[in-house]
């Protein structure tokens, strides 16, 4: 039904900026909860920001202040700017759907049933 493709990951300096992409395909992202998620080595999958129907958002604690999630209709993407960020951020950060007007849970994975390969994000001190 929805098909996810991540993109705008990559190496950055500590306190540099990313803005990931996640293309919908399928479905409109207007109709999706969507989320971004990551996945670090050593470490469960985090939800980091999520964002439903009705655009009520939801970050994760650890990154508050420094992401921005957001929907673009017309293009039927949603994007996570990304900034300040830290080794600690490095992960590999994935998309995910679901079609819902809302989740319980919107930072649990579970929540979601439709998921993209993934866009690495690598930071270096």
């Known amino acids: 039904l929805v098909q996810l493709v991540e993109s705008g990951g990559g190496s950055v300096q500590v306190g540099g900026s990313l803005r990931l992409s996640c293309a919908a395909s399928g479905f409109p992202v207007e109709r999706l909860s969507l989320a971004w998620f990551r996945h670090a080595p050593g470490k469960e999958r985090e939800g980091v920001a999520a964002?439903?129907?009705?655009?009520?958002?939801r970050y994760a604690d650890s990154m508050e202040g420094r992401i921005t999630i957001s929907k673009d209709n017309v293009r039927n993407t949603l994007d996570l700017q990304m900034n300040s960020l830290t080794p600690e951020d490095t992960a590999m950060y994935y998309c995910?759907?679901?079609?819902?007007?809302?989740?319980?849970?919107?930072?649990?994975?579970?929540?979601?049933?439709?998921w993209g390969r993934g866009t690495p994000v690598t930071v270096s001190s």
């Open positions: 964002v439903d129907v009705r655009s009520n958002i």
């Open positions: 995910a759907a679901e079609p819902k007007q809302a989740v319980q849970r919107p930072l649990y994975p579970g929540e979601y049933n439709f």
